[in-house]
């Protein structure tokens, strides 16, 4: 039990600035799109009525929003799984060598740091149809790539910027996880005539499940809301609605559609959404205590 | 080492500098193409080593103007980008360590009220919300501002969580030791705190600065004004330009100079760096 101080207005003048913060910038809008999403609001922004639940009946109807949930997660689960394969497979390499270690963690690391925009930007130039080294060579291959054009193309490329920016994460959590397993199991298991393979697999693989689960979590977030700049700066949802994730949708439609009401709606959703996620979050965090 | 498989080391070494030359490859080739003219970039493909260009258009985006429309240039620039890192980091760190001490070592209603709300930030990302938030911010005068790009994003639950574990590992005896000496609430906070938690606000900070410099979504739309505009922004602004064509060179340049400072932190503040992510998850 921490000692405490006997002020009672102390503690309420320490917490103004972040409470109203909180109250202004947070909740205040937050209210405001849940508002919003039950009125219909014509296109000057004049008059507004009252339509109930008519903005989330049109979305849960719209086909369009289905297309888009499910362009979330085959863009999430892409950027998760190879994000996390690569930055493992890097991971086990980087524990198991001696000399420079450090060095390649500096190496691998760095592209955190860059802006997720600027990601897809670099990306872009390496696969432009008409100029990017990377599309010239797969054309020379006999693979015509245009992702201005392919819907599927385009996915890939938001996805390896994507992946790109997020290995450097994965590897340094996954290399703490390496670096945590007991050394005499593994060396038990040598002596019993298990190869590398095998040790990975039944006996390191198992141990790093905690990390793997708490990385597929942060990296499903990371996809769903971190990535908009990768999608703005390269595809802007498109071409069609093959790149349209769901925190793009909902700015697009509020910002250039001018659709307040359905996008009000779709913030509503993607708000239960980050709360679901927050919550599997701390729920595992609070497993992860106990398996130390 | 276990045993001894020099193949598997030469494998892990091999797949390593695979790896760290994939994760270079894209800054290579935007270096390469920033030292090219622009009439290099229509003709079939980017050159892949570098031309001699390169002094010529570093200097005139760094000292001149951006181009692609954007008159700013980008030193200038860079220094709105470093009010807008600093103002958010600053006011994130400064308005959750006193959250935190409140939360902490004072007993008071509603206290785990209070927590609460500034959890409920976690589940509100700006991306989610951006049309109310951005009506706000409009009601409140604060397009077009420093203000306006610092303050909406400045509460922090992360920050507050971090603080409070900080604070609760603090042992009570030199709480106790503290109060029986007589020193008071603002003492012991800047006293006793303060130090103890120096390491931490500094990994903190390193993340944070991050966060700030990499701003995307909230400088673009709420800056209409090229007196505002920050770096990384600056981007979309120069890849939407509608008459001729993209200069790619001074994109690259300039997409390049935007990601320095924050790499830059990254590798020179590495343990820091590491630390700050750690932490921040807990």
Known sequence: ?292 | MIENRPWLTFVGHATLWLGVALVALPVWMALVASTHPASAFGVGHIPLWFGDAGVETWKSVLLEEAGNGIESSVTFMMLNSLVMALGITFGKIAISLLSAYAIVFFRFPFRNFCFWIIFMTLMLPVEVRIVPTYEVVANLGLLNSFTGLTLPLIASATATFLFRQCFLSIPSELVEAARIDGAGPFRFFFDILLPLTRTNIAALFVILFIYGWNQYLWPLIITTDNAYYTLVMSIKRMLSVTDGDIEWNRIMATTLLAMLPPVAVVIGMQKLFVKGLVDAEK
Do not use: C
């Not at chain 1, 039944?202 to 999608?231: E, M, Q």
């Open chain 1, 1 to 292: 039990m921490t000692v405490t101080f006997p002020q009672k207005g102390l503690p309420w003048l320490l917490l103004l600035p972040q409470l109203l913060v909180t109250a202004v910038f947070f909740l205040w809008p937050a209210e405001q799109a849940l508002e919003q999403a039950f009125y219909q609001e014509d296109a000057f922004g004049l008059s507004r009525e009252f339509v109930g639940l008519d903005n989330f009946l049109d979305l849960f109807t719209d086909p369009l929003y289905y297309q888009s949930m499910l362009t979330t997660l085959v863009f999430s689960f892409s950027v998760a799984i190879f994000g996390m394969s690569i930055a493992l497979l890097l991971a086990v390499m980087a524990d198991r060598v001696i000399r420079g270690k450090l060095t390649y963690q500096t190496l691998l690391i760095w592209p955190y740091a860059v802006a997720p925009a600027l990601a897809g930007v670099l990306w872009w130039i390496l696969f432009d149809p008409s100029m990017g080294p990377i599309a010239l060579w797969l054309e020379s291959m006999g693979l015509d790539w245009d992702h201005y054009l392919n819907g599927g193309q385009a996915m890939i490329l938001v996805v390896i910027a994507a992946t790109w920016k997020q290995i450097s994460y994965n590897f340094l959590f996954f290399l703490a996880g390496l670096q945590a397993v007991p050394r005499s199991l593994i060396e038990a298991a040598a002596i019993d005539g298990a190869g590398p393979f095998k040790r990975f697999w039944t006996i390191v693989f198992p141990l790093l499940s905690p990390t793997t689960f708490f990385l597929l979590v942060i990296n499903l977030v990371y996809a769903f809301f971190d990535t908009f700049g990768v999608i703005d700066a390269t595809t802007k949802g498109g071409p069609g609605q093959s790149t349209n994730i769901l925190v793009y949708k909902v700015f697009e439609d509020g910002f250039v559609g001018l659709d307040l009401g359905s996008s009000a709606a779709q913030s509503v959703v993607l708000m239960a959404i980050v709360g679901v996620m927050t919550v599997i979050q701390f729920r595992f965090i609070e497993r992860k205590v106990q398996y130390s």
